[in-house]
């Protein structure tokens, strides 16, 4: 394991909002936005030979119950 400082690197506030039923959205980790702004703040933080990362998600504001599943953007979803 390589540590790195945590950094946030997406906020559906600042780009494409609330997450509608049955909807996918592929997210990328390879740069860190500003908490405050949601602008880039920082290129390239996942170091360069990296096969994996760990990753924290929190979701809040929620209107309705349900489920969010993840997996690599390269992944087929996961048969329910």
Not at 27 to 46: C, E, H, K
Not at 66 to 73: A, D, E, Q, R, S
């Amino acid at each position: 394991v390589h540590a790195i400082s945590p950094r946030r690197v997406y906020d559906s506030r600042f780009a494409d909002g609330a997450l509608a039923a049955g909807e996918h959205r592929a997210v990328s980790v390879a740069d860190a936005i500003d908490p405050a702004t949601g602008a880039v703040a920082s290129f390239g933080i996942v170091p360069t030979g990296a096969t994996a990362v760990m990753f924290n998600i929190t979701i809040t504001e929620t209107v309705e119950a349900g489920f969010l599943g993840v997996t690599p953007g390269n992944a087929t979803e996961a048969a329910l």
